[in-house]
């Protein structure tokens, strides 16, 4: 069987799609989705459930409101099988503490896109 994707590619677009999170400037960003995220692309995370890119980039203004100069930070490489990415990540403030951590599952378009993110918060519980 090929390989759907190399692990540099899907690298690729998961810093495309971190980077549009930090990225201030609205058209950049929505640039920097577009070429990392499709157009009917879902995001799931403990506090929402977002459908399309319009409603994500809408999302990350308002990431960028709430931690103001904050940065999402890659924590780990990226792990691809498939067309299935995992990454984990952390919200930096900008004197470096951290704010907020957690770890995303994607799945990747035939296009190498994401079409789906489903993130979680905070390190992973204790078994028990």
């Not at 899907?10 to 499709?38: C, H, I, K, M």
């Not at 506090?47 to 990431?63: D, T």
């Not at 390190?123 to 028990?128: A, F, I, R, V």
Request: proline share 6%.
């Amino acid at each position: 069987m090929e390989a759907f994707m190399t692990v540099p590619e899907a690298r690729r677009t998961v810093q495309a799609y971190v980077g549009a999170w930090n990225e201030p400037d609205e058209a950049r960003r929505r640039w920097l989705f577009e070429q990392s995220w499709t157009e009917d692309g879902t995001y799931t995370d403990p506090s929402v459930h977002i459908e399309g890119r319009e409603a994500l980039v809408r999302h990350s203004r308002k990431f960028a409101e709430r931690w103001p100069r904050a940065e999402i930070v890659l924590t780990s490489g990226v792990d691809q099988h498939h067309r299935m990415v995992c990454f984990s990540w952390r919200v930096v403030a900008p004197d470096g503490r951290t704010l907020r951590e957690g770890i995303d599952f994607g799945e990747l378009a035939e296009d190498g896109r994401l079409q789906r993110v489903v993130g979680f918060f905070g390190p992973l519980p204790k078994p028990g």
